[in-house]
Every structure is written in structure tokens, then in C-alpha cells.
């Protein structure tokens, strides 16, 4: 494929890929391993939600992420295991390595009677096992879905028994700084909801030697030792189910998105050589945990399809300190650095002497994703990390578009900060207004929209078409609606303003506020809550609950704190509220809705303006509300 390295290729390869779409992907598509070529590369109805690339050719995504590497690169570093304690010694896991621990948990998938189409869950900390799980099921065509191991026992099992998961990859533990999780424990009381899971896996990786039940959980090394280190790899459509992957959504029921195999691997892997502009040889680290979208598409999938050197690391980037991230580089010579604007923030707030203990000379890329970033965040990145020598490429995407969408391409884009600048060829997006209509020409805000389908844009919602054709298809006709808000400039960069929907991204995590009203209205002395997300300094937004109790709270911190664990141990840590303010009443129209528009000025310390508030059916509940505002 040939991979812009100039701003005239961009415009080139840009203009190629509007005026002739189905040529410019099948050219890129060339570039990987098929079992059979497509028949016709694209079907698309977006009024009816429906997409399909590739249509007739046979692949395994493993194939062209591991095998095909083995004849020249055999005995590279495939992975870079780094641990979260910096005191013990990172794993170097070659190709070929890579290649006999991903056919061995195949083999012992299989034998425990996983088939292609069956749904496993992963909930494991990041450790090489997590990659080699994910490869697994991919190379038996088994659907992965990864829970984030930050999850508690509710959410896991909501997500176990949306998907039907027939078996669940899981760990003893988890290292979160110097703290253990015991995941093994969570996904007992979990896999007790879920009657289609048949059997547990476990690796050891806390030596907590938790109770394991007869017939249902195995040991991970007992079952490998006796698996053998091939398996061929399972002949896949590419638009077989490859994953599921669940994302907040504005109702409380997490959207399982689903992604298939042949397309999100051609887009995933065009992105990550056109954005990060990777060279063989080159260590690339992306700091997210697989269990999101971010770990999939550029820990995983997008780096091995390239034969990049990708590290996993299991750590936070404060523990032992704040110098975490910045030891990793050093130690590994990363040339490539990938993180959450959440991260940079928290970083940014200690002394630079835990970035000057560190040569970072080794860094050519920086990036960015999963927010907004700020300005004062992207000069620090760039002053102190990159030391102004390395070009940020501020990526947006979402969990539903599998891969990069818009963002600067390395070393090749004009950079502007906070900017993630123009589209990648491919991408064809739109602006619009409230109304519906798509706002031309430069210099303009509204709603971000993309026209025309990509490879790897999800292509369902597990089990519920018609919620994925009403949340995507529906806001604005024959288009796809991403629930992001824009701006376009004067020069035509794009800038992501953030959620005009109720998702907050927290952290980079995305949460729906529904989601955390469910969770804090299951509290006993609760009656009913909003919740907004107001600015935070570190997290991007936190979490403002208002909620209205069924008795006056007698020990306001007390309650505060149990709603905080109830939250904690519905959806999980992620989602605990940063304030709760107790209130008699919630600004409501007449018909009973929620306005949150007044909610969020009052998170936000702005009561100046509130609006119009007549239409409330209480007026003067804003009153009360303003004077009780938690600063
Ligand atoms: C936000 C993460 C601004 C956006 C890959 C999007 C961003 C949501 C950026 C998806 C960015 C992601 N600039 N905002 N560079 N990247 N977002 O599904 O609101 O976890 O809709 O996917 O994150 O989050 P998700």
C-alpha cells in the first residue's frame, strides 16, 4: 500500500479516496494476507444501518498479524511485556513466540469446546496472556469480548449475558499499583448470573490461590502445558464477527458494538502505518488497557498486522511515581509514545524531575486520544516529552468507528494544538446544524457527522439493530452520527469540542450518565438523581450527581460516601461521583423531563444565565439548587 508521506500525497490519496473509494481501499486491502480475494468491496445502506466491505473474501486476521511475519522476523520482538513493578524483568516475546502461545490457548480453547461464533469474555489485567487470549479466539474465529478488569461483578455479568459467552478468560488477580484485585472472586459472583457460561480459565499472576470449582474453572498453565503450539488458523468471511466491545450509552445498557473481520483489519492497519508514519524496527507504545477500544485497534491489531514491536505495559503511570511512563521509554527505547490527555494532565502536576531523570531521546512520535486535549496539556506533552522535536497526533475515533478517523499525520501535517486537523483519506465527514442540514465552507461549529462508510465502522449492536440504525442512523438522514460536537477553522482543521449527547468521558472512559443515575438510584435511601459532567482539571469531566433523597439525609458525608462504594460496586471505581449535591427536587419541564441544561451550568459554577427556566414546572427549585451548588 502506499503510505502518504507528503502533504501533495495526502491531497492525492484524499481526493482518490472520495472520488473512487471502492479502488482506494481494495489497493490498501491488496497489501494483506487473503484466503480468498472480495467479490465487491462495498454494500452500504446507511437509512437501514447497514454496512459490508469485502464482501466474499476469506481471511484470519491472526495471519496477518502473526504468520505472515514468521519467515522474515521469526525472532523480533513482537511484544515488550513491561510489568508494573519496575523491580521485576519485562518479557520479550518474539513472532515466533507469539505464535506458539497464541495457537496453545487456541488448542486449549477447543478442547474445552469453543467453536467459531461462540462468544468468549476476557477479563484479565495486561499482562502477554490478555494478547495471546484475544489472538486466540480471532484464530479459532471465536467473537472476543473484553471486559476492562475495572469492572465490577454486575457490569461483567451484564456484559457476560448480553453476549451469551460461552467460557471466561480470567486471572486470580490484578496489580493495581501496590494493590491487589482479586478478579477471580468477581468473576465467581459474576459467572453465578450467567447461565450460558460453561467454563472458567485462570491465570495465576497474584498467587492468590482463590477456590476453584470442579468441572467449570481450569488452571491456565496446567491447560497449556498440555496444548500443542499449532493451530491452524480458522477461515473467516471477512464479515464474520471478530469482536464485541461494549461502550456506554446514553440509555443505562451498555451497547455491545460489534466489529468484523475484514474491514477493521485493513482500516486499523492502513491507520496505524499512515498516522504514526511506523518504520520497521520501531518500538511503538500505546498506554491504553486492552479492554478499550484504544488496546485493541493499537496495542494489538493495528501494530502486529504491521510487524511493529508493540509493548504492553501493566502498570499506572503513577506507582512507584510519577516517572513511571517516562522509566518505560527509557528502559525500552519506545520511538513511539500513545496516551490519554487524562494522563498527561496527571503528570503535568508533579515536579518536570521525574520527566530530567529520564533519556527520552529515543521518541520520535507522540499521540493523543479519548478527549479533548487541552492546550496547556499538549504544550506541556510537546515541551517536556517530546521536547519539541516530536509532532503530537491528536487522533479522534470512537469505540464504534474501530480505527482513526481524523487526525494529523505524522510529520506530514501542519500541527495546531488541540486541533486534530483534517480527516484521513477515507473519512468523509460533515458538519451539521440543529436542523439537520450539513454547514459548508470554513470557520463553523455544530455536530459532527461522517457521509460515506469506512472499513471499520462498527457494524451492529449486539443483538439490537434497530437501537444501533436509531443512535447512528437516525439524527440526521443517511448519515452517520458520532454524538460529538465541532469545529471546523478558518483553514479547515478540525477541532472536537466533546459530547453534545449524555455520555462524559471521564478519564477517558466513557460513562452514560444513565448508567450512574441506575447505579446511585439503587442506593435504599435514594429517590431519584441527575447527573451532569462539570470541568475537572485532571479527569477532563467529573462526576456531579444532584439527588433527591426520600428523607433528609442526618449525615450528609456518611450517605455521600455510601453512594459513592454503591456506584463502586454496581458499574465500578470509574464511575464514582466527585460530588453529590442532595437536593428536594430536580428542574423539570412539565412533561417530566430532566432539564440538564440548567444542571450543567450549575456543575459547572456558571448560574449567571441559566435560561430560560419558566417552562420548569417548579421554577423555584433552581433557587434551592444554585444556593446548595458544591463548589
Ligand atoms: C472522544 C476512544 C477529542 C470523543 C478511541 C469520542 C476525542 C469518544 C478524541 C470516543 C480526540 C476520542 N479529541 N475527543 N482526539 N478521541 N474522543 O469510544 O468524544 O472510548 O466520541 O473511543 O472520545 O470514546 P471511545
Redesign the pocket.
Known amino acids: 500500500m502506499e503510505i502518504v508521506s507528503t502533504m501533495a500525497d495526502y491531497k492525492r490519496a484524499y481526493e482518490q479516496s472520495v472520488a473512487h473509494p471502492e479502488d482506494f481501499w481494495s489497493e490498501i486491502a491488496s497489501d494483506f494476507v487473503w484466503k480468498r480475494k472480495w467479490d465487491k468491496v462495498l454494500e452500504w445502506d446507511f437509512k437501514n444501518a447497514e454496512v459490508k466491505w469485502f464482501i466474499g473474501g476469506k481471511m484470519n486476521i491472526t495471519e496477518n498479524c502473526i504468520d505472515r511475519h514468521l519467515a522474515e522476523r521469526a525472532d523480533q520482538t513482537a511484544v515488550i511485556w513491561e510489568p508494573g513493578d519496575p523491580g521485576q524483568k519485562a518479557r520479550m516475546i518474539t513472532y515466533q513466540q507469539l505464535h506458539d502461545e497464541v495457537c496453545k490457548v487456541s488448542n486449549v480453547l477447543k478442547s474445552h469446546g469453543v467453536r467459531k461464533g461462540d462468544r468468549v469474555c476476557i477479563y484479565m489485567p495486561m499482562v502477554p496472556e490478555l494478547a495471546y487470549a484475544v489472538l486466540a479466539c480471532a484464530r479459532i474465529g471465536a467473537v472476543h469480548s473484553v471486559v476492562f478488569a475495572g469492572f465490577s461483578a454486575g457490569s461483567l455479568a451484564d456484559r457476560i449475558n448480553d453476549a451469551g459467552c460461552k467460557m471466561v478468560l480470567t486471572a486470580d488477580g490484578a496489580f493495581r499499583g501496590d494493590k491487589k484485585v482479586d478478579l477471580k472472586k468477581i468473576v465467581d459472583e459474576a459467572v453465578d448470573k450467567c447461565p450460558s457460561v460453561e467454563k472458567v480459565l485462570m491465570l495465576e499472576r497474584i498467587a492468590s490461590k482463590p477456590s476453584m470449582k470442579a468441572g467449570r474453572d481450569f488452571d491456565w498453565q496446567e491447560e497449556m502445558n498440555k496444548a500443542d503450539a499449532n493451530c491452524k488458523a480458522e477461515e473467516m468471511d471477512a464479515e464474520d464477527l471478530l469482536f464485541i466491545l461494549y461502550?456506554s450509552g446514553s440509555t443505562g445498557k451498555p451497547k455491545g458494538m460489534v466489529h468484523t473481520c475484514g474491514g477493521y483489519m485493513v482500516h486499523v492497519g492502513y491507520t496505524f502505518r499512515t498516522v504514526f508514519q511506523y518504520q520497521p524496527g520501531q518500538i511503538f507504545w500505546c498506554t491504553a488497557d486492552i479492554g478499550?477500544?484504544?488496546g485493541h485497534s493499537y496495542i494489538l491489531y493495528g501494530p502486529l498486522s504491521a510487524g511493529a514491536t508493540t509493548v504492553i505495559f501493566e502498570g499506572i503511570p503513577s506507582w512507584p511515581d510519577q516517572g513511571r511512563f517516562w522509566q518505560a521509554i527509557e528502559r525500552h527505547k519506545v520511538n513511539t509514545f500513545y496516551t490519554a490527555p487524562t494522563a498527561i494532565r496527571s503528570l503535568q502536576q508533579s515536579s518536570v524531575e521525574f520527566v530530567e531523570k529520564y533519556d527520552l531521546s529515543s521518541l520520535k512520535i507522540l499521540g493523543?486520544?479519548?478527549?479533548?486535549?487541552n492546550e496547556e496539556a499538549w504544550q506541556w506533552y510537546n515541551k517536556n516529552i517530546g521536547k519539541e522535536k516530536c509532532p503530537i497526533v491528536?487522533?479522534?475515533?470512537?469505540?464504534?468507528t474501530g480505527g482513526i478517523m481524523i487526525s494529523p499525520i505524522a510529520n506530514v501535517t501542519k500541527l495546531k494544538p488541540a486541533f486534530?486537523s483534517f480527516p484521513l483519506p477515507g473519512v468523509q465527514p460533515a458538519v451539521m446544524d440543529e436542523k439537520g442540514n450539513e454547514i459548508s465552507g470554513n470557520g463553523i461549529e455544530g455536530r459532527l457527522a461522517i457521509k460515506f462508510p469506512w472499513p471499520s465502522i462498527a457494524r451492529t449492536i449486539y443483538g439490537n439493530h434497530q437501537r444501533f440504525k436509531e443512535i447512528y442512523f437516525s439524527t440526521f438522514s443517511g448519515m452517520y452520527f458520532?454524538?460529538?460536537g465541532c469545529k471546523r477553522d478558518d483553514e479547515g482543521y478540525y477541532r472536537?469540542t466533546?459530547?453534545v449527547d449524555d455520555i462524559i468521558?471521564v478519564s477517558?472512559h466513557?460513562l452514560g450518565t444513565a448508567e450512574i443515575e441506575n447505579a446511585i438510584d439503587e442506593h435504599k435511601a435514594v429517590c431519584e438523581t441527575a447527573v451532569v459532567g462539570f470541568p475537572h482539571d485532571i479527569k477532563g469531566q467529573g462526576v456531579y450527581a444532584f439527588v433527591i433523597c426520600y428523607e433528609k439525609p442526618k449525615d450528609e458525608e456518611k450517605l455521600r460516601q455510601e453512594i459513592r462504594d454503591t456506584v463502586s460496586k454496581i458499574i465500578g471505581p470509574i464511575a464514582k461521583p466527585d460530588k453529590i449535591q442532595f437536593v428536594s427536587g430536580l428542574p423539570k419541564t412539565r412533561s417530566g423531563k430532566i432539564m440538564r441544561r440548567i444542571l450543567r451550568k450549575v456543575a459547572e459554577g456558571d448560574t449567571s444565565n441559566l435560561g430560560d427556566t419558566t417552562t420548569l414546572l417548579d421554577p423555584t427549585i433552581v433557587d434551592e439548587i444554585t444556593r446548595g451548588a458544591l463548589g
Open positions: 461502550t478499550w477500544v484504544t493523543s486520544v479519548g478527549e479533548p486535549i491528536d487522533t479522534w475515533w470512537q469505540t464504534e486534530a458520532t454524538g460529538d472536537i466533546g459530547r468521558i477517558g466513557n
